[in-house]
């Protein structure tokens, strides 16, 4: 069974950092590529950023710069680190992926950026 657990969500000041982690089990993870999406209140939900089984990663316009995907094989898990952080980055986020043709998350770990 594929499990997605996310981690390391909280409230944070404008400007600062969260590392979001994403414990991953059920399947051979060095070989799919993962993601990280997001959902705002009252909006659908977003991708934030990819990385496929070589390391390549992609991130939306909004985050570049300030967001980094990176993944640890031999941990099986899944990081995001949010630096310079907006009020508009609060959401709550999950990591993914595509598994038998279907969209697979976690539960989700909520991030919230206000002072």
């Known amino acids: 069974e594929v499990q997605l657990v996310e981690s390391g969500g909280g409230l944070v000041q404008p400007g600062g950092s969260l590392k979001l982690s994403c414990a991953a089990s059920?399947?051979?993870?060095?070989?799919?590529?993962m993601k990280w999406l997001r959902q705002a209140p009252g909006k659908g939900l977003e991708w934030v950023s990819i990385i496929n089984s070589r390391g390549g990663r992609v991130y939306t316009d909004s985050v570049k710069g300030r967001f980094t995907i990176s993944r640890d094989n031999t941990k099986n898990t899944l990081y995001l680190q949010m630096d310079d952080l907006k009020p508009e980055d609060t959401a709550i986020y999950y990591c993914?992926?595509?598994?038998?043709?279907?969209?697979?998350r976690g539960q989700g770990t909520q991030v919230t950026v206000s002072s």
């Open positions: 993914a992926i595509d598994y038998s043709g279907a969209l697979v």
């Open positions: 059920g399947f051979t993870f060095s070989s799919v590529g």
